[in-house]
């Protein structure tokens, strides 16, 4: 990773009010390289956006080179007349990172209402979606049932929030997508957030990509088993988040990023 990449994952990603935190950045970073040096081509999407941590960290690391569906309510905070201010704060922080919201590819909307023809027709087949958006069980199998019908043969699914205690619908609903599929999805990779997900023939080609990225040395892989399928499990030691929030409290943003080094 190149020292401007560094910096953006660790010290202006890290400016925009959010969730995704270094190591599942990097774990985005890793597989979004891995396809390109592959030649894996195709969009991208992600339902929640929030404030746009996740949606400017894929900006950012595709280059401009495929585009980036969002999708979002957008329904978050109230200015004095009432109107939401979550879209505003979003195209703001946009034009602060220099990384400007193409509107074209913005959807404010209920993703567990749209059709995928609405996802192609802007992006074509995805190669990688995100779902980060409702929590209940309803909107995980919807927003799965979506990714499922843009996903290229290639494509990722990352589940946010898989094992969450505050969020147990999401866990059931990601262990239904996989029973209901066992047969064509397996899953990869696990974080403490997230669960990605591939076809079954795409497997070891993203399970090598995991164990052998260099950005993720850092972490301890420890093999495991999820639904039938063989899992990196990325461990982030609690010395080493404890290290990174420490400096990152204490105004040593700059340098924090040398904790996953």
Known sequence: ?????????????????????????????????????????????????????????????????????????FDIGRASDGAPTQYGQFLANGRRLGLDVDEELIIKGDSTLMQADEITSKVGCTRFFSIDGGHTLQHIAADSRLATDTLADHGIIAFDDTFNPAWPEVTVGVA?????????????????????????????????????????????????????SKVARLHNPMSRRMVYELMVRSGMRAFSERVYR
């Open 176 to 228: 239904d997508f996989l029973r209901e599929r066992k047969d064509t999805f397996s899953t990869f990779c696990m974080t403490k957030y997230k669960t990605y997900v591939c076809r079954k023939e795409f497997h070891e080609f993203y399970l090598k990509a995991i164990t052998e990225a260099s950005d993720l040395l850092a972490f301890d892989h420890v093999e495991t088993e999820f639904l039938g």
């Open 1 to 73: 990773m190149n020292s401007s990449l560094r910096k953006f994952i660790f010290h202006d990603l890290q400016t925009i009010e959010g969730y995704i935190d270094p190591p599942d950045a990097l774990v985005f970073l890793s597989l979004l390289q891995a396809q390109k040096n592959n030649g894996l081509d195709g969009g991208i999407a992600e339902i929640g956006v929030f404030y746009g941590r996740s949606y400017f960290l894929l900006k950012k690391v595709n280059n401009g080179e495929d585009k980036i569906l969002a999708i979002d309510l």
